[in-house]
């Protein structure tokens, strides 16, 4: 599993990353706070306090962990 930290500041900062979430072979997870949301679904995403950093789990292999955080490098803070 891999483990980040990103901010997401606009809706389609939000899009951007769902997409790249959604295009993983693996499960993803994002937790805020006591929450944890998947990754791939974008209700879930809003439902949050985007105004906070979140952390980001991968949860596959190291591989898909480093193709996820290459393709939302722009996020992480």
Same mark, same amino acid.
């Given at each position: @599993?891999?483990? *980040?930290?990103?901010?997401? !500041? =606009?809706?389609? &900062? %939000?899009?951007?990353? #769902? !997409?790249?979430?959604?295009?993983?072979?693996? &499960?993803? &997870?994002? %937790?805020?706070?006591? $929450? %944890?949301?998947?990754?791939? =679904?974008? @209700?879930?995403? *809003? =439902?949050?306090?985007?105004?906070?950093?979140?952390? #980001?789990?991968?949860?596959?292999?190291?591989? &898909?962990?480093? !193709?996820? $955080?290459?393709?939302?490098?722009? *996020? =992480?803070?």
């Amino acid at each position: @599993m891999k483990t *980040f930290t990103i901010q997401l !500041n =606009s809706i389609a &900062d %939000v899009k951007t990353f #769902v !997409n790249a979430a959604c295009s993983q072979p693996c &499960d993803i &997870d994002i %937790v805020s706070g006591r $929450y %944890v949301i998947d990754a791939k =679904s974008i @209700m879930g995403i *809003f =439902s949050l306090d985007l105004s906070k950093p979140i952390t #980001v789990e991968v949860h596959g292999t190291e591989h &898909d962990g480093e !193709n996820f $955080y290459e393709a939302i490098r722009q *996020f =992480s803070e």
